[in-house]
């Protein structure tokens, strides 16, 4: 798989539901980010995980990372309405200049 | 609650013509870069800014392809000759500390359409 990518490709479910996307890289990382994007607008971002750390929460969010199997998992918890979009990971990876790699996104489609 | 702004929301312009996006980065921000997305596919890394010269660039990033930060606020994208395949969505974006410290702010993105 290419560098952040992203499974499923999409997920249907209903309002108070849990989503759980997940996010797979191939090099060694500073840091992993998860992005929104509702269609058509630019890219909102929603958490930051450093590579020394394991789990993180925002709010109704819940971001892993395993570093040893290159993946990261976002995890809605009782979704809504509001939040059908697309979700992106993006990776900075060490020896990089620092420019962010992006997957192909997840579309999450919470049907009301 | 600062954003970056970009124009023009969408441009049509004929294959060959020069075009010129423009953004405003958040007034605080240091490190600015375009990002460009095809319709469907994923957000690719075009070119970053930092201290008034570019830091690091793509492959897209070709001779067709310039930045520039002519007035301190706005931050330019300007492709010389389109070609059809330039057509996406470009995407600016701005940090305070570079990328390595944390997330990117995006504007909402200019669309191009190249005829």
């Known amino acids: 798989s290419q560098q952040g990518e992203e499974d499923p490709q999409a997920l249907s479910i209903q309002e108070g539901e849990n989503a759980t996307m997940n996010c797979s890289y191939k090099?060694?990382?500073?840091?992993l980010q998860w992005y929104r994007q509702n269609s058509g607008r630019g890219l909102v971002h929603l958490i930051l995980?450093?590579?020394?750390?394991r789990e993180k929460h925002s709010g109704r969010l819940r971001v892993t990372l395993d570093t040893s199997k290159k993946s990261s998992s976002l995890l809605i918890t009782a979704s809504r309405a509001a939040d059908t979009a697309s979700y992106f990971c993006?990776?900075?990876?060490?020896?990089?200049?620092?420019?962010?790699?992006f997957g192909k996104g997840t579309k999450l489609s919470v049907k009301p | 609650e600062p954003e970056v702004t970009q124009t023009p929301s969408h441009q049509v312009t004929q294959m060959g013509q020069e075009v010129i996006l423009r953004c405003v980065p958040i007034?605080?921000?240091?490190?600015f870069y375009w990002y460009r997305q095809i319709l469907g596919q994923k957000v690719e890394f075009l070119v970053s800014?930092?201290?008034?010269?570019?830091?690091?660039k793509s492959e897209i990033f070709d001779d067709q392809f310039s930045v520039e930060r002519p007035d301190g606020s706005n931050f330019t994208l300007k492709i010389r000759s389109t070609k059809l395949e330039d057509s996406a969505m470009y995407f600016c974006?701005?940090?305070?500390?570079?990328?390595?410290?944390?997330?990117?702010?995006f504007g909402e993105g200019s669309r191009l359409t190249v005829l």
């Open positions: 974006a701005s940090t305070e500390q570079g990328q390595r410290a944390g997330e990117l702010f």
């Open positions: 090099t060694s990382i500073n840091n």
């Open positions: 995980i450093r590579s020394n750390e």
């Open positions: 993006a990776t900075d990876a060490r020896g990089s200049q620092g420019n962010l790699i």
């Open positions: 007034s605080n921000h240091l490190y």
């Open positions: 800014f930092y201290n008034n010269e570019i830091s690091e």
